[in-house]
């Protein structure tokens, strides 16, 4: 049945180390690889949500507020800070400017600022 094998116990013993080695290997990859989607899912379910609105900050002494944007928008710089919706329309309305993707001031209703 296993003609392919060699027939001494040498030979089938090296083999069968060889192969063992080769399993370890493999289930070691597979135990990484597992630990890794496990750690990712879990970051997944304890990600903070995204604030609903976002105002951009400026470079500077004070970093003074830039631009709004909507708290999903990919056009969001890396200095931010979340702004609730009452802040976001005043910061609109009081002339600072909306991002042009995101359009926050349609979404806010902010039109004639």
């Given amino acids: 049945m296993f003609d392919d094998l060699p ?6 013993q090296t083999l069968r180390i060889w192969h063992a080695l080769w399993v370890r290997r ?12 496990a750690e990712e899912e879990r970051g997944r379910r304890n990600r903070p949500a995204l604030p609903d ?3 951009e900050l ?3 002494t004070g ?3 830039v631009k709004v944007h909507a ?3 990919h056009m969001l710089g890396t200095r931010h800070r979340a702004v609730d919706r009452d802040e976001a329309r005043r910061l ?7 991002c042009g993707h ?8 902010v039109l004639d600022a």
Avoid: H, Y
């Fill in 71 to 73: 708290g999903d928008c």
């Fill in 7 to 12: 027939p001494d116990l040498e030979r089938l």
């Fill in 102 to 109: 995101c359009q926050p001031d349609v979404q806010l209703n």
């Fill in 58 to 60: 400026g470079i500077g």
């Fill in 63 to 65: 970093r003074p507020p």
């Fill in 26 to 37: 493999i289930d070691t990859r597979i135990a990484a690889i597992r630990q890794r989607q």
């Fill in 92 to 98: 609109l309305a009081g002339g600072l400017a909306a």
């Fill in 53 to 55: 609105w976002v105002v």
